[in-house]
């Protein structure tokens, strides 16, 4: 497998997705490029999610089923990095060139996974992509976009380098794992990125932002999350605006807000990393007065003369090293 540009790894951690998961594995397996080994972690399901796990996997040989127990609930953000260990720690990293973090509620395009690896391969530097999610409106049946930035991949569909993903020091164990290891990777000199193609456009059945508790509570989380990041209140105030223009219409904007004021107010536990967090309010700032587009090329441009793919993680949380 290394050493090979098809050879890549998925790991999907899942929690009762019963009603979406067929779609997602239908769509790998139809992948011009299927994975080497596609490792699916059941976290304690309740539902009929482990039977059709096993019923894939047995006419499957590159996808394999990890079962953890029930923990009594789901746990978004830390639960599902705890369960992406889970399957880290069944394999060797060291057998795969890239390693991908896959949710189980899309519907991928057929080339997705080639043309990710195609893009990787005509440049080094990106150690970190993804294609964009779209959600299909209920009212119209039409697919519309998330409207998430060029600076990073998605969290839905994280693809690696296992050389970037090692050097960042994995996904920490919190709400916006997906945003820090963005910024870590720019920090490296790594490039972080989303396309907006069609072929890379993929269906998010569970919009982003939302949860099983409903949207309002996952754009709460949104701005928990932030706060733990280290975003500045300037830079957090203007993200809810600007969410308040999409759906759910205003009050998905006052949730992340409050959800972010709310943590600052109670003075919750926030990533202690103080390099980090001048670099992220630093790239912030750059965001508000040039755009992400222009900013993140910025940062692009200057990551150049750091960039250092053989160099070791340099952040002490290094979850990578923990997990395996």
């Known amino acids: 497998m290394k050493n090979n540009s098809s ?30 080994l596609w490792v699916i972690v059941n976290d304690g399901s309740t539902d009929d999610t482990p039977e059709i796990l096993e019923e894939y996997a047995r006419q499957h040989d590159f996808i394999r089923v990890v ?11 830390p639960g599902v990095i705890d369960a992406f260990y889970a399957g880290l720690q069944s394999i060797n990293l060291n057998d795969f060139d890239f390693i991908c973090k896959l949710d189980l509620d899309l ?29 299909r409106d209920e009212k119209t049946g ?6 998430c930035g060029d600076e990073n991949a ?55 932002g939302s949860s099983h508790k409903g949207i309002l509570t996952g754009r709460k989380r949104h701005g928990v999350g932030q706060y733990y990041m280290g975003t500045g ?8 605006l600007y969410r308040m223009s999409r759906p759910p219409y205003l009050l998905g ?23 980090f967090r001048k670099f992220l309010r630093g790239f912030q700032w750059s965001c508000l007065f040039r755009g992400k ?5 910025l940062y692009h441009e200057r990551g150049k003369s750091i960039w250092d793919p053989s160099r070791p993680c340099p952040f002490p949380d290094n979850q990578v090293g923990r997990a395996l």
């Open 7 to 36: 050879g890549y790894l998925i790991i999907s951690p899942c929690r009762n997705e019963s009603a979406y998961m067929r779609h997602t594995l239908d769509s790998v397996i139809r992948q011009s490029q299927q994975p080497s």
């Open 67 to 77: 079962h953890r127990k029930n923990r009594g609930h789901r746990s978004v953000g």
């Open 107 to 135: 519907i991928l395009p057929d080339r997705y996974f080639e043309i990710l690896l195609d893009r990787m391969a005509k440049n080094p530097r990106i150690g970190c992509c993804s294609g964009k999610p779209y959600y």
């Open 142 to 147: 039409q697919l519309v976009s998330e409207k």
């Open 154 to 208: 998605i969290g839905a569909s994280k693809f690696y380098r296992v050389s970037c993903f090692r050097q960042i020091g994995g996904f920490v164990r919190q709400v916006m794992w997906d945003g820090i290891d963005g910024h870590r990777c720019r920090m490296l000199g790594w490039i972080a990125c989303s396309w907006d193609e069609p072929d890379l456009r993929f269906t998010h059945l569970r919009p982003m």
């Open 233 to 240: 209140v300037i830079y957090m105030t203007v993200s809810a």
């Open 253 to 275: 904007g006052m949730a992340m807000w409050w959800g972010y004021m709310s943590s600052l107010y109670q003075g919750r536990e926030r990533l202690e990393d103080p390099t």
């Open 293 to 297: 587009k222009k900013a993140a090329l």
